[in-house]
């Protein structure tokens, strides 16, 4: 069974750079038949994508997000990072990772993680 | 960059009914999109993929349809634990979600 794990400062301040891991288990994140996306939910409202990495480290950002987002993947670790400067108010959010089938519908995810922005 | 609009906002329907949920794309889609089922405090579960096929371990009584603009997500008769927040999501270009129907108890 896959498990996701995000890990990660449930705090940030203004203007720094968000900073998150998700941690793979049950299943090699070498695989090539998956995505692996970041996801992101503000409190009380609806789903956003933030973008995803093939193990190779190809990468596809929402377009909206993309001059603040880098994801990475370290494939001795199984793991994939988010990173999101300059963080906003806005950007408070609980974060998921989560694994897609290609690039597409995502089968299993992170429980979340709450992020907040604030001073 | 796609927009998914899904209708109603909030449903309310009594054990045991059908509720259908509605999900519109701006550009067609194709049969790329998926349904998933929120519940307070949970991560999303994957219920549908490619409009109609269930994934593992959904119960029958959901069911998906529709292509290209018009997609349809149907509970043929609510269970207690069916009553939750459901999305749509497109996978055709990128990933963009609905802003989500509440399915509440009458």
Known sequence: ?119 | EIVMTQSPATLSVSPGERATLSCRASQSVSSNLAWYQQKPGQAPRLLIYGASTRATGIPARFSGSGSGTEFTLTISSLQSEDFAVYYCQQYNNFLTFGGGTKVEIK
């Open chain 1, 1 to 119: 069974q896959v498990q996701l794990q995000e890990s990660g400062p449930g705090l940030v301040k203004p203007s720094q750079t968000l900073s998150l891991t998700c941690t793979v288990s049950g299943g090699s994140i070498s695989s090539g038949d998956y995505y692996w996306s970041w996801i992101r939910q503000p409190p009380g409202k609806g789903l956003e994508w933030i973008g995803y990495i093939y193990y190779s480290g190809s990468t596809y950002y929402n377009p909206s997000l993309k001059s603040r987002v880098t994801i990475s993947v370290d494939t001795s670790k199984n793991q994939f990072s988010l990173k999101l400067s300059s963080v906003t108010a806005a950007d408070t959010a609980v974060y998921y990772c989560a694994r897609g089938i290609g690039y597409s519908y995502c089968d299993y995810w992170g429980q979340g993680t709450l992020v907040t922005v604030s001073s």
